[in-house]
């Protein structure tokens, strides 16, 4: 079974846009307890870097480190650890919401534009980057960002995703390098 019920959200979105392919290296950011990995290498990933902040289970073709993504040291951690450009960089980062309004809005942006960064320095041309966002909770800076330097930029909705929750994932697809 999976570890999680987001397992079922990155299920649907590579349904709809078929970017987990056959030998795919991929790294996932806030991968706890580690259901996207396994989704990841079920549908034929050859390599999966992972991290989180939480401790997660072992999977099978995953390398995964226990830390802070939001510290400088760890991006280029998690490259070493991947050995060369990643076609698809997941990023499902969430902080505990501490229930300010503001304070969570402005983590959650925080959070994504440090993912889209780590998209942008990383990825391999022709590669994929999908991030939870919220609804209305983007920074217009990082969607240019991303409009500018993919092919496609989409919003997807997951008919998994909690009914009621701002929860949205931006799919870039087609990254120009
Ligand atoms: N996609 C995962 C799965 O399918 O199992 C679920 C991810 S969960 C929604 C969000 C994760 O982001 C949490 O496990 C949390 O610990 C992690 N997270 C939040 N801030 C982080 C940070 N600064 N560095 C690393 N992980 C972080």
């Not at 649907?12 to 706890?32: P, T, Y």
């Not at 229930?99 to 960064?117: S, V």
Request: proline share 5%; charged share 25%; hydrophobic share 45%.
């Amino acid at each position: 079974g999976w570890r999680s019920r987001a397992a079922f959200k990155l299920i649907e979105i590579d349904e709809r846009f078929n970017l987990l392919h056959k030998g795919a290296k991929v790294i996932d950011l806030g991968c706890a307890p580690g259901g996207w990995v396994q989704v990841a290498i079920k549908r034929g990933a050859s390599h999966v870097v992972g991290v989180d902040l939480l401790p997660v289970d072992p999977v099978p073709g995953a390398d995964l480190l226990e830390a802070d993504f939001t510290d400088p040291a760890i991006g280029p951690q998690l490259m070493d650890l991947m050995g060369g450009k990643p076609d698809v960089i997941l990023s499902d980062l969430a902080h505990n919401t501490v229930g300010h309004k503001q304070t969570d809005h402005l983590k959650i942006m925080g959070l994504l534009e440090m993912a889209g960064d780590f998209a942008l320095d990383n990825l391999k041309p022709g590669g994929a980057f999908i991030a939870k966002a919220f609804q209305g909770g983007e920074t217009e800076h990082l969607l240019l960002k991303l409009k500018v330097t993919f092919e496609t930029v989409k919003h997807f909705k997951p008919k998994s995703s909690r009914v009621g929750s701002s929860e949205i994932y931006i799919v870039a697809i087609g990254f120009k390098g």
